[in-house]
C-alpha cells in the first residue's frame, strides 16, 4: 500500500507498506512487504530488502543497500553505499554446484537500535546489532556487536569514542563525566563499554 511520495522511475512492490509522509526517490527499489515509516527517506538507487521495517524518520541515502531481514528502528541514518549484508557464509551454488535456492540458506540480519548512524560506504557483517546512537565511521567493517552510543571505525570497526544523541564525540571531565559539546547532556559508564544518560537528562 503506497501513500507517500514515490518517483516515478523507483521500483515499489504492491505489497510494501509505505507511511503518507516517506519519499522513495529516482530509481530505488522497495521489496515486497517492506514497511517505511512516517518521514522515512530513501534516496536514490538504494534498495529495501523483503519485509524489513524501516522505522519513523529514518534516512536511507543514495545506493545503499539494506538486505532483509534487516531491521532499522526509528530514526536511523544509513549513509551513501552503505551494505547490511544478510549471508554470513555466501555461496551462489551448492556443494554439487547447483544453484543455490532461497531455501538452501538461512538469511540473518543486521539489527539497528534508534538514532544510530551508519557512515558513508560502511559494511555491516550479519547478524550484528548496531546499539542506540551508535556511530560507525565510512568505510568501517562492523563484525561485532556495537554498544550504545559507540563511535567505531576500521576494519574491523573498533570503538574509538563515545557520541550523544547530537552525533558529536563525548568530552570526558575530571569527575569522570562524558559530556556532550552540543547540547551539555550527561553520560556515564557504567561498565567498560557500557555508557548510558544520566537520569537528570530525562
Ligand atoms: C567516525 C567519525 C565520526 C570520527 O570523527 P572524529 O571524532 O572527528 O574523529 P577524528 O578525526 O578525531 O579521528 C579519531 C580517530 O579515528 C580515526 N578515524 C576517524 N574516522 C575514521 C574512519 N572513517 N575510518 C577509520 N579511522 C577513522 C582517526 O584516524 C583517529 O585515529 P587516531 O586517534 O589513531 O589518530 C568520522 O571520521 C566519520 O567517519 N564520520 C562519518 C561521515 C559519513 O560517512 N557521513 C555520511 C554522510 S555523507
Request: aromatic fraction near 6%; proline fraction near 6%.
Amino acid at each position: 500500500m503506497t501513500s507517500g511520495t514515490v518517483h516515478p522511475s523507483a521500483d515499489v512492490a504492491d505489497s510494501a507498506v509505505i507511511a503518507a509522509t516517506a519519499k522513495v526517490w529516482h530509481y530505488a527499489q522497495v521489496r515486497e512487504d517492506a514497511t517505511l515509516g512516517e518521514n522515512v527517506i530513501v534516496g536514490r538507487g538504494a534498495y529495501v530488502g523483503t519485509g524489513v521495517q524501516v522505522g519513523d524518520n529514518c534516512k536511507i541515502q543514495n545506493y545503499a543497500l539494506v538486505y532483509e531481514p534487516a531491521k532499522l528502528a526509528a530514526g536511523v541514518f544509513i549513509g551513501p553505499a552503505v551494505v547490511l549484508t544478510n549471508d554470513h557464509f555466501p555461496r551462489a551454488v551448492n556443494p554439487d554446484g547447483t544453484p543455490k535456492s532461497a531455501h538452501d540458506w538461512e538469511p540473518v540480519g543486521v539489527d539497528i537500535r534508534e538514532g544510530a548512524s551508519i557512515g558513508a560506504s560502511a559494511t555491516c557483517v550479519a547478524p550484528v546489532v548496531i546499539g542506540r546512537w551508535a556511530l560507525v565511521g565510512s568505510g568501517s567493517v562492523v563484525i561485532k556487536d556495537v554498544p550504545d552510543f559507540a563511535i567505531v571505525v576500521g576494519s574491523p570497526a573498533r570503538r574509538v569514542g563515545w557520541a550523544g544523541r547530537a552525533g558529536e564525540p563525548l568530552v570526558k571531565g575530571e569527575d569522570g563525566i562524558w559530556t556532550c559539546p552540543a547540547t551539555n547532556t550527561r553520560y556515564r559508564e557504567v561498565a567498560p563499554e557500557e555508557l548510558e544518560e544520566m537520569e537528570e537528562n530525562a
